[in-house]
């Protein structure tokens, strides 16, 4: 689609919103045909309009912009998906705002990336609809990682090449993925990790939706991957993501409940 067009029609997710001058609200976005773009949405603070109720963070929705001088402007707006179950809990919110964060830091106004699009929009209806944010979320952290440049070497060694055994290995950020027990103990960026973690990171890491869902992992497994996937992400967006926090909260709040 040219960019010197007047007017477009993208479909996309909205990101994020925050206050623009007096009445308006400036959005980012993450569209299907243009990949992420800001846009404004005259008046959508006002008591009366119309758009702004379309336009929360993780709504799906189709949208016709209008180039302004500096920023797209929002001429009509229509729901395509709110994904009401995500705003109807708190472990969903959490878990969204974290797909959401994850892309846009991860993510510039660079253009088209269809892929990386259909990726966030299924992981926010799997999101809503199913109750393993464990899989869903992993899942999509290895695909997108993928889909932008950064898939981590998780079969062979980054630093002799030779194929990964069976056994407890090591893993550098820095590097780029997995390391054999005789190289990693030479890496001080190397940290360990088991057989059972590299095992289910590969295992999301090649396999479909349907594939990696079928995976049992044991809930100390899980934290493991977690924490191996969050030191990854931590060192390409060199400084940590804020909704994490937000997760632990959600989920140390919940255990309390009966």
């Keep these: 689609m040219a960019r010197q067009e007047r007017n477009i029609r993208v479909e996309a997710v909205v990101l994020r919103h ?3 001058g007096e009445a308006d609200r400036l959005l980012g976005l993450y569209t299907r045909e243009e990949g992420k773009l800001r846009a ?41 998906d709110a994904y009401l179950p995500l705003r ?12 959401i964060e994850l892309l846009d830091r991860f ?43 950064f898939r981590p070497e998780l ?9 990964i055994k069976p056994l407890d290995q090591f893993y550098s950020a820095l590097l780029g993925g997995a390391l054999c027990p005789a190289c990693g103990p030479r890496e001080n960026s190397a940290r360990p990790i088991s057989m059972p973690a590299l ?10 939706f ?11 497994i899980r934290q493991e991957v977690e924490a191996v996937i969050q030191y990854f992400l931590t060192y390409h967006l060199e400084r940590g993501l804020n909704s994490p926090a937000f997760i632990r909260e959600v989920r140390r709040v919940s255990a309390k409940q009966p």
Aim: proline letters at 2%.
């Design 88 to 99: 109807e809990d708190l472990q969903r919110i959490a878990q969204a705002s974290y797909v």
């Design 155 to 163: 079969v062979n060694c980054v630093k002799c090449g030779e194929l």
């Design 18 to 20: 925050s206050d623009w």
């Design 199 to 208: 095992k289910y990171l590969r295992h999301f890491q090649r396999s479909t």
């Design 40 to 80: 404004i949405v005259k008046g959508a603070r006002k008591m009366r309009s119309r758009k702004a109720g379309h336009l929360e963070p993780f709504t799906r929705v189709q949208l016709m912009l209008a180039r302004g001088r500096d920023l797209w402007i929002v001429t009509q707006v229509e729901t395509v």
């Design 107 to 149: 993510t510039y106004e660079e253009g088209q990336n269809r892929l990386v699009y259909t990726l966030l929009v299924d992981t926010l209806a799997r999101l809503a609809e199913g109750d393993d944010f464990f899989l869903a979320v992993r899942y999509y952290e290895l695909q997108l990682l993928d889909l932008l440049g």
């Design 210 to 220: 349907k594939e990696a869902a079928r995976a049992q992992v044991p809930a100390e």
